[in-house]
C-alpha cells in the first residue's frame, strides 16, 4: 500500500437535493405556498419533482386535517439525499408524517431532536432507509429523505392539522400549495362532518360536486397532468347551529366547540386613539426579503388616523440599533417613512434586545417575524404595554408573537386586508369564559374582536358532553349561556385523531405560556407533535430503534422491547471497558512522555494502547506501516508548498516550559501564523471600496451573496480587520439567520465569535449545540477550553473534559477522549488550587507538560483533514507516519467528521517546525457549508509559561494542503 493512501468508508454518491416551498410574494394577489425545487446542482442534476400527489382532507366543525400523499421522482442517474422543507400557513400544525419502508408506509415517532440527528446520521452512513422531520425555524419544518434511488420513486404522507378562515362571515378551506409544473397524478377528497353544504362555492376544481350523507358531505376529484397554478378554495356558509364535535376513544372522550361573539354583543369595539406610540421595528437580515409596502401602508393609514402626535421609532437586530424620534402633524409623518423606506437589514434577531422596560409610550407596535435567533434565552417582557404586533413573513414564530400581544393583538397581514388591519389596531381581545355543563373546571378563551371570527375550544370528558356554557359577558354587559347542539359521539378515528391533537396543542399552549417548558416539551414527545426540540423519525431495522433508544411504531414494539432487554446489561459493562482501555492508552502515552529521543518505541501489550477505544468497533483507515526516510520526506513537502512566503504574525517565548527540564534553556519558541486570502472575488471588491463606503459596498454585494454563508464570515473578518467592530458583529451574526441549525456553521461562527472577544455568544452556541448535537463531544469540548480560560470556571471545563475522555462516542470518535484527557489535566496542573479532582480516576491524573502542541478541528461532519508536521529534521509526521525519530506523535486520525486531531513533542528542537492541514475528503456540498478548519498552535503547553496562537481559514479542493504556520525555536 502506498504510504499516504487511505482506507475511506464506502458510500454510494449522496448529492443533496430538495423541494422547497417558497412563499409567494405578499404583492402578488396570489398568497399561495409554491412548491419548486431547491438544487443546489443546478446545471447538473435534475429537479426532483412530485409525480404523483393525493389530497384527503377531514372538516369536523371549525377544524380541518389534510393528508398529503405525494410520491417524488428522483430523474437523475445518481443516488440523491433528499430535503423536503415545509413552512406551514398561520395556524397549521404537522400532525403525522410516514416514509415507505420496504413497500409499506411507516409512521415517524417523536424523538429528542440531537437524538433524531444522530441516530439519521449514523443510519445514512450504513445506506439504510431513515427519514427525519425537524422543526428549523417558525413554522417551517425540515424532512430528510435517504436513499433516493437514481430514477426511483420514494412516497411520503405529510398530515396536517388547520382550522378554517373566516371570510365576510363564511368559513374558508384554502389548499395553499401551488405548483408551477403540472402533477402527473393528482387526486382530492374533501369530507365534511356535521355541517350542511347547499351554497359551497369550490374554486380551482373545475366540475367537483359534494355529495351528501346523513352527517357528512363528500366530494371527489381525480385528474391527469392537473396544474395548481392557483390555490383550490371551498368557500362554506355559516348557516347552521353551534356544534359540539366528539369523538369516543379508549382515553376517554375529546370534543371542540365553536366560540364567537354573539349577535347581542357584536358591535364593533370602541378604537383606542393614541397621541403617543412606540414603534419596534426588526432589523434583521431575516426580514429584508420580506414584502413591507402593505405593512409601511398600514403604519401611514394609523399615522392619519393619529392625527398629531409622537412616534418613538426603535430598531433592533443583533442588539439595540437606534432609537429615533418623530412628529406626527396633521396625519402625516413622511420624514419617518423616509427613514424605513432606507433600513439596511443585517444581523441577527435578538429579541432580548427590545427595551421594554424603558418605553416612553403606552402603546408599542412591534413589526417582527418574532423568532429569536440568538444564542441568549429569550425572555418574555412583563405586561403594563398595550402591544400589537404585524407580520406579512411566512416563516415565523406566531406563539411568541401572539404570547408578546399583550393587551394588544397580533395582526396577520397575510390574512387581512390594509383596512382591517387599521382597524384591528387599538383594538382588543374579548375574554371568554366557558365550561361544560355538569362538569368543575372552567377555562378562559380570548376572542377576536373581528365580528366574523371564530374560535375552537378543546376538552377532554370521560363521557359524552351535553352542553358548554359561556359566559361572554364583561362590566355592565352581563353574562349569556350558550347551549350548543350536540352531534353523534363519533367512534371515527380520524375525527379523533383531528380532536385529540387539537386538544394537546391547546395543552401545549397553556403549559408554555405558564412557563411550563419541560411540561410542554414531554406532553409533546408523548403526543408526536414536532417542536423545536422533539423530531419524528422513521427508521427501517428496529434493531436501530433500539440503539438510540427510540421507541418505534406499534407494529415494532414486541422485538424492540426483547432487544432493549438484551442491551442494558452491555451499557455498564462497556463503559467499564471504555475506562480500562483509556487507562492503558494513557498509560502508553506516559511512557512516550518519558522516552527521550533515540530509544527503542516500546511495543504495545494489547489492541487498547494502539488507539481504538475497546467499548466500540476500529472503524480506522489502515495505516501505511512503510516510511520513508527523512530526507525523501523533506523533499516532498518541499514540492507541495505553495504559500510559506505568506505574512505572519508571530508570538515569542522565552525560556523553557515550566517543568520540562530537558529542554535547552537557551532557546527561544515563537509561533507565527500564516495570513489567509479567501481569493473570494467580493472580497476584493470590499477592499476596493472607497473609504466610508465599505459598508453600502458590502449591502450591494449581498444581492449576489446574500445566500452564502461564507459571504458573512468573510465580510465579518473583513470589518474587523478595518477597525469596524460593529460592522463586523452584526454581519457575523447573520450566519445564525441563515444557519438552519447547522452544526457546522454554528461551530464555525462560535469560533470567529471567540477570536473577537464576543465569548458569552459563542459561549450559547456552545451550550445550545450541547443539547441540539448531545451525540458529538466536539461541542463538550469547545465549550469547556472557552470556559476554561476563566480561572474562576476552571471547575467546570476539567469537569466537561473529564465527561468527553469518559463518555461513550461513536467510534468515529476513536482518540478524542485522550486528547481530551490531556486538556484536562494541562488545567488541573495551571490552576492546581482552583480545582477539586475528587471523583476523576487517580490513573487519569497526570503531570507532563510539553513544548510543542497543535490541534487541529474543522466544522463539517463527513470531512477528512489531515494534520501534518514537518520537524525541524525534514521529517513530517502525519497519519501515515504517527510517531517521529525526535518523538513528534500525532493522534488518531479522524476520517469522518469534526476531529480533532493532535501533534505533541515533549522536547522543542532548535530550528522550525512547519504546520500543516489537507482537505482529503469530502462527502458535503460546498455550497452549502464552507469548510472551515481552526488550529490551535501552544508552545509550553500545560505550564503556567503556556502561550497560544490560534487560525482559522476554509478549505475548498480536496486533496488542497495549505500552511497554517510554523513554530520556531532559535
Excluded at 454518491?13 to 412548491?35: C, D, E, F, H, P
Excluded at 429523505?145 to 371570510?167: C, K, M, Q, S, W
Amino acid at each position: 500500500m502506498n504510504r499516504n493512501a487511505k482506507r475511506l468508508l464506502v458510500l454510494p454518491l449522496v448529492l443533496l437535493a430538495g423541494i422547497g416551498i417558497a412563499m409567494a410574494s405578499t404583492q402578488n394577489s396570489r398568497k399561495g405556498y409554491t412548491i419548486s425545487m431547491r438544487n443546489p446542482q443546478k446545471g447538473q442534476l435534475e429537479d426532483i419533482r412530485i409525480q404523483e400527489l393525493k389530497v384527503a382532507t377531514t372538516i369536523a366543525g371549525g377544524m380541518s386535517t389534510t393528508a398529503m400523499d405525494i410520491t417524488l421522482y428522483n430523474p437523475n442517474d445518481r443516488l440523491l439525499e433528499a430535503t423536503f422543507d415545509l413552512p406551514l400557513p398561520s395556524g397549521w400544525t404537522l400532525a403525522m408524517f410516514s416514509l415507505d419502508v420496504n413497500g409499506k408506509q411507516r409512521e415517524a415517532v417523536p424523538v429528542p431532536k440531537s437524538t433524531g440527528r444522530q441516530a439519521y446520521k449514523a443510519v445514512v452512513r450504513r445506506g439504510v432507509d431513515p427519514a427525519l422531520v425537524e422543526h428549523v425555524e417558525g413554522n417551517r419544518f425540515s424532512t430528510r429523505i435517504y436513499p433516493f434511488a437514481a430514477r426511483g420513486t420514494r412516497r411520503i404522507v405529510v398530515t396536517l392539522d388547520h382550522p378554517l378562515e373566516n371570510a365576510k362571515g363564511e368559513d374558508v378551506y384554502e389548499f395553499p400549495y401551488t405548483f408551477d409544473y403540472p402533477i402527473k397524478k393528482f387526486g382530492f377528497d374533501l369530507r365534511i362532518i356535521e355541517r350542511p353544504t347547499a351554497g359551497a362555492r369550490i374554486e380551482g376544481l373545475e366540475g367537483a360536486r359534494f355529495t351528501t350523507h346523513r352527517y357528512e358531505s363528500v366530494l371527489k376529484y381525480d385528474g391527469e397532468d392537473v396544474k395548481l397554478s392557483d390555490e383550490l378554495r371551498v368557500e362554506l356558509p355559516r348557516e347552521y347551529k353551534p356544534t359540539i364535535i366528539q369523538a369516543k376513544t379508549a382515553e376517554g372522550v375529546f370534543f371542540a366547540v365553536p366560540l364567537s361573539i354573539p349577535n347581542a354583543l357584536r358591535r364593533a369595539p370602541k378604537r383606542l386613539r393614541v397621541q403617543e406610540l412606540n414603534l419596534i421595528w426588526d432589523a434583521s437580515e431575516s426580514q429584508r426579503a420580506i414584502e413591507k409596502r402593505k405593512t409601511l401602508a398600514v403604519i401611514r393609514d394609523y399615522l392619519e388616523e393619529m392625527d398629531k402626535g409622537e412616534v418613538h421609532l426603535i430598531t433592533f437586530a443583533q442588539s439595540l440599533l437606534k432609537r429615533k424620534d418623530f412628529s406626527v402633524k396633521d396625519g402625516k409623518c413622511q420624514e419617518l417613512v423616509d427613514y424605513l423606506k432606507a433600513l439596511q437589514y443585517d444581523g441577527a434577531t435578538d429579541l432580548n434586545a427590545i427595551p421594554w422596560g424603558d418605553l416612553e409610550a403606552k402603546t408599542s407596535i412591534v413589526v417582527s417575524n418574532g423568532i429569536h435567533s440568538m444564542p441568549n434565552e429569550l425572555k418574555l417582557p412583563r405586561a403594563g404595554q398595550r402591544v400589537y404586533c404585524l407580520s406579512s413573513s411566512p416563516i415565523r414564530d406566531e406563539a411568541w408573537l401572539r404570547r408578546i400581544s399583550m393587551g394588544g393583538l397580533f395582526i396577520d397581514l397575510m390574512k387581512v386586508s390594509r383596512s382591517e388591519a387599521v382597524d384591528m389596531l387599538g383594538q382588543t381581545n374579548r375574554l371568554a369564559r366557558w365550561s361544560v355543563v355538569g362538569g368543575r373546571k372552567e377555562y378562559d378563551c380570548p376572542l377576536s374582536p373581528n365580528l366574523s371570527a371564530v374560535t375552537w375550544v378543546y376538552g377532554k370528558m370521560r363521557s359524552g358532553v351535553q352542553a358548554v356554557s359561556v359566559d361572554y359577558g364583561s362590566g355592565d354587559e352581563g353574562s349569556i349561556v350558550a347551549d350548543a347542539r350536540t352531534s353523534p359521539l363519533w367512534e371515527d378515528s380520524e375525527i379523533a385523531g383531528q380532536l385529540r391533537r387539537g386538544y394537546t396543542l391547546q395543552e401545549l399552549s397553556r403549559l408554555r405560556s405558564e412557563g411550563k417548558e419541560r411540561e410542554a416539551e414531554a406532553l409533546a414527545q408523548r403526543a408526536g407533535i414536532a417542536t423545536p426540540k422533539t423530531s419524528l423519525i422513521v427508521l427501517e431495522n428496529v434493531s436501530d430503534y433500539a440503539n438510540y433508544r427510540i421507541a418505534p411504531p406499534a407494529e415494532l414494539r414486541e422485538e424492540y422491547d426483547r432487544i432493549l432487554k438484551g442491551m442494558h446489561a452491555d451499557s455498564a459493562r462497556m463503559r467499564a471497558e471504555h475506562l480500562k482501555g483509556l487507562i492503558a492508552r494513557s498509560e502508553a502515552q506516559s511512557e512516550w512522555w518519558k522516552r527521550k529521543p533515540g530509544d527503542a518505541m516500546p511495543r504495545p501489550k494489547d489492541k487498547m494502547n494502539r488507539g481504538a477505544s475497546p467499548s466500540r468497533p476500529n472503524s480506522r483507515r489502515m495505516e501505511a506501516k512503510s516510511v520513508a526516510s527523512p530526507m525523501i520526506m523533506r523533499e516532498e513537502t518541499m514540492a507541495m508548498e505553495a504559500a510559506d512566503d505568506a505574512e505572519m504574525d508571530e508570538i515569542v517565548v522565552t525560556g523553557s516550559g515550566g517543568g520540562n527540564k530537558a529542554t535547552d534553556k537557551s532557546l527561544r519558541g515563537s509561533i507565527q501564523i500564516a495570513g489567509w486570502d479567501s481569493q473570494s472575488p467580493y472580497l476584493k471588491v470590499l477592499e476596493y471600496a472607497a473609504k466610508g463606503e465599505e459598508a453600502k459596498t458590502y449591502h450591494r454585494l449581498k444581492a449576489e451573496y446574500g445566500d452564502i454563508p461564507a459571504f458573512y464570515l468573510d465580510a465579518a473578518n473583513f470589518f474587523f480587520k478595518k477597525g469596524m467592530k460593529d460592522e463586523g458583529y452584526r454581519a457575523l451574526t447573520t450566519v445564525l439567520e441563515i444557519a438552519g441549525g447547522s452544526t457546522a456553521l454554528l461551530r464555525a461562527v462560535a469560533k470567529e465569535m471567540e477570536k473577537y472577544g464576543y465569548r458569552a455568544e459563542a459561549e450559547g452556541i456552545y451550550r445550545r449545540l450541547m443539547v441540539e448535537a448531545s451525540y458529538l463531544p466536539q461541542p463538550i469540548r469547545d465549550l469547556a477550553l472557552l470556559i476554561g480560560q476563566d480561572e474562576g470556571r476552571v471547575q467546570e471545563a476539567v469537569e466537561l473534559l473529564y465527561s468527553v475522555a469518559t463518555g461513550l462516542w461513536e467510534g468515529r470518535f476513536n482518540g478524542i477522549d485522550l486528547i481530551a484527557l490531556n486538556e484536562m489535566n494541562a488545567l488541573i496542573n495551571r490552576f492546581p488550587q482552583k480545582v477539586k479532582t475528587k471523583g476523576i480516576e487517580e490513573a487519569l491524573l497526570k503531570k507532563e507538560p510539553v513544548d510543542v502542541r497543535i490541534v487541529l478541528s474543522w466544522a463539517n461532519d463527513d470531512v477528512d483533514v489531515d494534520l501534518h508536521v514537518v520537524d525541524p529534521r525534514g521529517e513530517e509526521c502525519y497519519f501515515g507516519h504517527r510517531e517521529t525519530m525526535s518523538l513528534g506523535k500525532i493522534s488518531n486520525d479522524m476520517t469522518r467528521g469534526f476531529g480533532p486531531e493532535e501533534y505533541m513533542q515533549r522536547r522543542g528542537m532548535k530550528g522550525e517546525y512547519t504546520i500543516k492541514a489537507k482537505l482529503f475528503g469530502d462527502r458535503t456540498q460546498a455550497a452549502i457549508v464552507p469548510k472551515y478548519v481552526h488550529a490551535e498552535c501552544y508552545l509550553y503547553y500545560g505550564t503556567d509559561r503556556e502561550q497560544k496562537q490560534e487560525i482559522t481559514l476554509r478549505l475548498k479542493d480536496e486533496k488542497e494542503m495549505v500552511t497554517l504556520g510554523k513554530i520556531t525555536f532559535k
